[in-house]
């Protein structure tokens, strides 16, 4: 190996990304539009969601909301919380703010798109 030579310390086939669009009812909660590998979005309070995957691998690296509507984009930021995916319970939680930073609820309509990605083994 040569100096300043970058060696990747996980090859291309030991991620895997889920991605599934749900789409926002009037009370928060979320019916699957498509996608694969997420079974369901729900509301557990105001700006609170849990993630819940068939057969998720052991680590989540990362998890990316983001809400669009009639408009083309929701101004609404969702942000996962740190550290909380259980393997045991198949789930992953986020939080959604205005941009006031106060926990808030999605239009009704709107689509979300949640994108997750996984280590294969840990």
């Known amino acids: 190996m040569t100096t300043g030579a970058l060696t990747p310390v996980r090859a291309g086939d030991e991620v895997i990304e889920l ?14 539009k498509y996608g694969k590998g997420i079974a369901s979005c729900a509301d557990t309070a105001t700006g609170k969601y849990t993630v819940t995957f068939t057969d998720p691998p052991p680590v989540l690296l990362s998890l990316l909301v983001t809400f669009k509507d009639d408009t ?13 995916f259980s393997l045991a319970d198949k789930a992953a939680y986020f939080e959604v703010s205005d941009m006031a930073g106060t926990l808030a609820e999605p239009a009704s309509g709107s689509d979300c798109v949640i994108r997750a990605t996984f280590l294969k083994t840990a």
Not at 19 to 32: N, W
């Open 19 to 32: 991605i599934a669009v749900f789409d926002v009812g009037s009370s928060g909660d979320m019916t699957l």
């Open 72 to 84: 083309g984009v929701d101004p609404l930021v969702a942000q996962e919380v740190v550290d909380t």
